[in-house]
């Protein structure tokens, strides 16, 4: 395997494809994925060969490959700090937020129904206004 050394200090002895491969080891599964994807753009048998080796070395599931590997927000969130105080006050303030936006979401929703009410009652008064001036034409 490569180690993951800056492109400047790797021995000279090394070929190409050792000190290619150590370049992207340390750039991250980003540059390997962009060299599949510009293999497969510029000769498409170097893009396959490239994910084949990807899938053979196991750098696509290497996590030494990922260097920004983080949780997901809404996992870090539930996640104990393992300070019972600040874990009291982080559900607390969690528990106020989640409140706090079932709350706006209902009076949203009170404002588009009454938006819609008084759009509705605006068309039926516009109906009754023009059906009492087709009779009053009708009868005149």
């Known amino acids: 395997m ?3 050394a800056a492109p400047a200090s790797l021995p000279a002895r090394m070929g190409w494809f050792s000190r290619a491969e150590a370049w992207l080891d340390n750039k991250g599964k980003g540059a390997w994925i962009a060299a599949m994807v510009l293999g ?18 196991k750098r696509m599931f290497n ?17 104990s700090s393992g ?11 969690l528990r106020r937020l989640e409140e ?8 949203l929703g009170r404002l588009r129904e009454a938006k819609d009410k ?3 009652d ?6 009754a ?11 005149a």
């Open 63 to 79: 996590k030494s490959c990922n260097r920004s590997r983080h949780m997901s927000p809404k996992f870090t969130a539930m996640r």
């Open 2 to 4: 490569s180690t993951i």
């Open 83 to 93: 300070n019972t105080a600040f874990d009291a006050y982080k559900n607390e303030t």
């Open 129 to 139: 206004k023009t059906a009492k001036e087709e009779r009053e034409s009708e009868d």
């Open 40 to 57: 497969f753009i510029f000769f498409w048998p170097i893009g396959l060969a490239l994910l084949a080796y990807m899938i053979w070395s």
């Open 122 to 127: 605006q068309f039926m008064d516009d109906r």
């Open 118 to 120: 008084a759009e509705f």
């Open 100 to 107: 706090e936006q079932e709350n706006f979401e209902a009076f």
